[in-house]
């Protein structure tokens, strides 16, 4: 079956401009997460959604958002880019049965200039 | 706040035995679990242990002791292809708390 897809792989954008990145998840899998990942902080948890509610959310400021929608696949949003904001975003889906297994997406690379 | 601690780089040669250690502070979590992740290449995960003790994947095996906040990821018979980042992490009701990572460079 289908893995997590994310897209697009990579992205440049200009500090202050906003970005939209999308996540399509496993196909049965109902829950998505997002993670930040950079060389300074590791990955960090961004926030979870199931269902189309977002049901849990890291320390990250106003600026990220995301969303989920009837069919699972899930839009995260930064506004407003700073140059901080340049890190790989991944995606990660779970079947919510479990915790744990939850299976990646190979990510997409923003680069904020 | 939770945090996990691991080495930051470990060498080994092909066909030797590794083991990654990872200690943690939590307040609560479900298990410890054990994520790969090669250079530009997604996490993918290895195994998990929601109970103390030994769990054995093929040449993996991980290790849990909540009484000690320590677990471990032992690799066998290594491979070059082994080589990439090893991350221990916490999991939650809703969401991973992931170590900084161990990168493991497996030599010839």
């Known amino acids: 079956k289908a893995g997590v897809t994310q897209t697009p792989r990579y992205l440049i954008k200009t500090r202050g401009q906003q970005v939209t990145l999308s996540c399509s998840p496993i196909s049965g899998h109902r829950s998505v997460s997002w993670y930040q990942q950079t060389p300074g902080q590791g990955l960090q948890f961004l926030f979870e959604?199931?269902?189309?509610?977002?049901?849990n959310k890291g320390n990250f400021p106003g600026r990220f958002s995301g969303r989920q929608f009837s069919n699972s696949r899930s839009e995260m949003n930064v506004s407003t880019l700073e140059l901080g904001d340049s890190a790989l975003y991944l995606c990660?889906?779970?079947?919510?049965?479990?915790?744990?297994?939850?299976?990646f997406g190979s990510g997409t690379r923003l680069t904020v200039v | 706040g939770q945090s996990l601690e691991q080495p930051s780089e470990v060498t080994a040669v092909e066909g030797a035995i590794v083991q990654i250690n990872c200690t943690y502070q939590t307040s609560g979590f479900y298990g410890l679990s054990w994520y790969q992740q090669h250079d530009g290449g997604a996490p993918t995960f290895l195994s998990y242990n929601a109970l103390d003790g030994l769990e054995e994947t093929g040449r993996f095996s991980s290790f849990l002791s909540r009484s000690d906040s320590y677990g471990y990821l032992l690799l066998q018979e290594l491979q070059m292809k082994d080589s990439a980042s090893y991350f221990c992490?916490?999991?939650?009701?809703?969401?991973?708390?992931f170590g900084s990572g161990t990168r493991l460079q497996v030599q010839p």
């Open positions: 992490v916490l999991t939650g009701r809703r969401a991973l708390t």
């Open positions: 990660a889906s779970s079947n919510s049965g479990t915790n744990y297994g939850y299976t």
């Open positions: 959604y199931f269902s189309e509610t977002q049901r």
